[in-house]
């Protein structure tokens, strides 16, 4: 009897508990989002930390690839599928810049307007389909002047999509504001405990070094993807409730 009761309250309870659909975060971007392949380690894109922070009711779908832009998302059809197989309700964070604003890299160079149109089409397709579309400004690269102050690396084309979030009324996480805020926060030497600086022989996979001011490493990445994960928060109540691990401060 006592076994009956106690399963009646427990149906009865879970009658009155929130129910949480499923859901799939879309991520489409850079090399500074996407999951790295083992060869590339320590090397982590800020994508790969943020799969853990949610519970089983959502999906990270992390299609960020290195090199490319948004003009190359397309037209290597990397895009296709997502537009594809995103549904009603999903989230869809757009990352790009870092790949877009350098010209001598003419394959993947999009002028300022280009960018702009293709940002509004991946915006529009998923308004379209119902899903949230979240812009994300491009993480600021490390590059310090010569008194320690964090530089600009993004300004033409971070202001595209501030602007486009604006006149879409879209969900904007201005990455490049605060990444620099977190490099500056570390100073000028010290911010390299984020990025993939290296000394030869440091790392097999390294054994040349490395220094590189744009590419993470594991706690850069844990870092960065702790910025998303506030501005998440803050922003986004639906995908608030389906957090499991906060930031670590």
């Not at 993947?108 to 702009?116: I, K, V």
């Not at 600086?197 to 744009?214: C, F, I, Q, V, W």
Request: zero cysteines; glycine letters at 4%; charged letters at 25%.
């Amino acid at each position: 009897m006592k076994k009956k009761f106690f399963s009646i309250l427990i149906l009865s309870l879970m009658a009155f508990m929130p129910y949480q659909n499923h859901i799939t975060i879309w991520m489409i971007g850079d090399s500074t989002m996407s999951i790295k392949e083992t060869k590339a380690y320590p090397e982590t894109g800020w994508g790969m930390p943020f799969v853990y922070f949610f519970d089983s009711s959502v999906t990270i779908e992390n299609r960020a690839k290195n090199g490319r832009s948004t003009k190359t998302f397309i037209s290597e059809k990397l895009w296709q599928p997502v537009a594809e197989n995103m549904k009603e309700g999903d989230y869809l964070f757009i990352q790009f810049g870092h790949n877009d604003e350098v010209k001598e890299k003419v394959d993947r160079y999009t002028t300022p307007e280009e960018f702009e149109n293709n940002l509004l089409m991946y915006v529009q397709s998923a308004k379209n389909k119902r899903v949230i579309p979240v812009l994300i400004t491009p993480v600021s690269r490390r590059n310090f002047d010569s008194v320690g102050n964090i530089k600009q690396t993004h300004l033409i084309y971070s202001a595209i999509v501030r602007k486009l979030a604006k006149e879409q009324n879209v969900i904007l996480i201005d990455l490049d504001e605060k990444s620099r805020t977190l490099f500056q926060k570390f100073g000028d030497q010290q911010s390299k405990l984020l990025f993939m600086h290296l000394d030869s022989l440091e790392h097999p996979n390294y054994p040349a070094g490395r220094k590189d001011n744009t590419h993470f490493n594991e706690l850069g990445a844990r870092k960065i993807a702790e910025l998303v994960l506030e501005e998440t928060k803050k922003q986004i109540p639906d995908l608030t409730k389906r957090i499991v691990i906060s930031s670590v401060k």
